[in-house]
């Protein structure tokens, strides 16, 4: 069986000192490096928020203030810091991460209308990334996923890698929620273990 793992958005801006922190998120890289060398993998997959300056999901371009919730393009959309603004340092992989085995690349929430928490596809399920005919191509059956952060962008990764008939499995050590709720990262790993996603711990 053909394997890939997916390390979603192991950005500067989610990491320490970021605009967009997530709580311990630099402890899981060394974790990610080690995967990466203990495994072989057939395709090592980086996700990459890129955003637009202006986009829809900042609070900044809203007048909002970071916590509200607006409704976008027909979607709740939680209003963020600007953060992973392309071209930035905020948007760059961070130093630590080891990328010598890296395969491929997909950038996502380019589209300043909709926000793009999963690697797959928008969170409008409008427009896809091109991840799911890349891994598909490339006959990989079994995707392992790390990254940040565990509530938003990994969790809807593994949603949709499993919809899209991948045996999907989470590293419980590779990941760290934001937790914008106390409870965000206990009810993601039920929610996705009650899907049917395998939680490697």
Not at 70 to 87: A, E, K, R, T, Y
């Amino acid at each position: 069986m053909k394997k890939a793992l997916i390390i979603v958005d192991v950005q500067n801006d989610f990491c320490e000192g970021g605009a967009l922190a997530v709580p311990e998120a630099n402890s899981i890289i060394p974790y990610i490096n080690l995967l990466m060398e203990e495994n072989e993998y057939d395709q090592i997959v980086l996700t990459q928020d890129w955003h637009p300056a202006d986009h829809k999901s900042f609070a900044s371009n809203n007048g909002k203030n970071v916590g509200e919730t607006i409704s976008l393009n027909g979607v709740p959309q939680f209003m963020w810091p600007d953060h992973c603004v392309q071209g930035t340092f905020g948007a760059e992989f961070h130093k630590d991460l080891n990328r010598d085995k890296v395969t491929h690349t997909i950038q996502k929430g380019k589209n300043v209308e909709i926000d793009s928490y999963s690697g797959f596809q928008d969170n409008n399920h409008f427009m896809k990334t091109g991840l799911e005919d890349f891994l598909k191509y490339h006959d990989i059956q079994l995707v392992e996923i790390v990254g940040l952060a565990l509530d938003y962008c990994v969790k809807f990764t593994a949603i949709d890698a499993f919809n899209a008939g991948f045996v999907t499995c989470l590293h419980f050590n590779g990941t760290k929620a934001v937790n914008v709720k106390p409870d965000s990262a206990r009810n993601t790993i039920y929610d996705l273990a009650e899907k049917g996603i395998t939680i490697l711990a």
